[in-house]
């Protein structure tokens, strides 16, 4: 059976970090591209980061420099640090998989966890 868990959001100034986790089971974790896809108020999901299977990151624009993708194979757990907290980062996050990053859709998908920045 699928699980993706996240954990790790909440409420935090502008300015600050978060972590966010996913924990996975039911697919081969370690060879699948994941991700993480957000969607504020009003707003259609959008891709935040992923990485592939051999480690390789990406990240969209507005992040870049500002958050992090890790994984951790052995415990099947995908990270997302998230710094320099702006308020327009503020959305559900959820972590995906699919087998490419080239994919154009995500296979797998988590229940989310929110992420509210206060200005």
């Known amino acids: 059976q699928v699980q993706l868990m996240e954990s790790g959001g909440g409420s935090v100034q502008a300015g600050g970090s978060l972590r966010l986790s996913c924990a996975v089971s039911g697919f081969g974790f370690s060879r699948y591209c994941m991700g993480w896809v957000r969607q504020g108020p009003g707003n259609e999901r959008e891709g935040v980061a992923a990485?592939?299977?051999?480690?390789?990151?990406s990240y969209a624009d507005p992040v870049k420099g500002r958050f992090t993708i890790s994984k951790d194979n052995a415990e099947k757990t995908l990270f997302l640090r998230m710094s320099s907290l702006k308020p327009e980062d503020s959305a559900m996050y959820y972590c995906?998989?699919?087998?490419?990053?080239?994919?154009?859709?995500?296979?797998?998908w988590g229940q989310g966890t929110q992420a509210t920045v206060a200005s």
């Open positions: 990485i592939n299977g051999d480690g390789t990151a």
């Open positions: 995906a998989g699919k087998r490419r990053c080239i994919d154009d859709f995500y296979t797998y």
